[in-house]
């Protein structure tokens, strides 16, 4: 169904076309740009009162038809640019809505991670101040007079056993050994002097008691030496 401008256009051109081909066929030509003045003066057949008429023909179209429909199509495109402006507006205004809502949206995020962060923080200086307190505690437990001292103890006695070796198989003289000075010192020294070693003996003595004229088997002599270097004695003594 045709719209009522479509109807009105339609009007227009038909009125148009119909005063435009009596015109030229009065004239002689073919398009109406091609009448000109003269020649209607040189129409013999055209009269006065046959001019007038075109003229108002062509004014009553102006006045009643195309002026009219050209206010009505301004006032249609002033609607238009109207609802444009508006519709640019509500546009702008969503667009302000959005970028609010994203602001809104990107601060939540922001104060979501420095909350956690936050969090974050204090879970490490929480679990930084218990290993201090449990490090502070072990050191204060390792390094404590008591352990020093029972650690250098256990060293000491390592070390003190590591200078000690026993010698079995020495001919045993009671009497000599109790009356002449370092004769039991001496005689083991000539037994190293074999296996080509020469250590500081610190202290040279039988272990155990033995009565004179006793049967039993000789006593084994400890040699306390000042270091632990000396190394045949340990693989033939030890």
């Keep these: 169904m045709a719209s009522p401008a479509s109807d009105s256009l339609e009007q227009i051109l038909s009125a148009r076309d119909n005063l435009a081909a009596e015109i030229c066929k009065a004239t002689g030509t073919v ?8 020649l209607i003066l040189k129409k013999r057949t055209i009269s006065k009162e046959k001019t007038c008429d075109w003229i108002q023909s062509l004014c009553t179209l102006l006045d009643s038809v195309c002026i009219p429909t050209l ?9 238009l640019k109207e609802e444009k402006i508006a519709d640019s507006a509500s546009i702008i205004d969503l667009q302000g809505k959005l970028i609010e809502k994203q602001e809104t949206t990107i601060q939540n995020l922001v104060e979501k991670s420095d909350n956690d962060v936050s969090a974050m923080k204090t879970v490490v200086q929480s679990e930084i101040k218990s290993f201090s307190s449990l490090f502070k505690e072990t050191c204060s437990s390792a390094f404590a007079p008591q352990t ?4 250098v103890k ?4 390592d070390e003190d056993r590591s200078r000690n070796i026993v010698l079995y198989g020495m001919e045993e003289d009671i009497e000599r050994e109790s009356t002449v000075p370092n004769y039991l010192e001496n005689g083991v020294l000539k037994v190293l002097e074999r296996l ?3 250590p500081v003996i610190v202290d040279c ?7 004179p004229d006793d049967m039993e088997p000789d006593r084994p002599i400890l040699l306390k030496l000042r270091s632990a270097d000396c190394r045949n004695c340990a693989t033939y003594f030890k």
Excluded: D, M
């Excluded at 206010?71 to 609607?79: F, H, P, Q, R």
């Design 196 to 198: 080509n070693e020469k």
């Design 148 to 151: 020093i001292q029972a650690a």
């Design 31 to 38: 398009k109406l740009s091609e009448v000109r003045s003269e």
């Design 205 to 211: 003595s039988r272990i155990g008691s033995k009565i």
């Design 71 to 79: 206010l009505s199509a301004n006032t249609g495109i002033a609607k």
């Design 154 to 157: 256990r060293v000491h006695q």
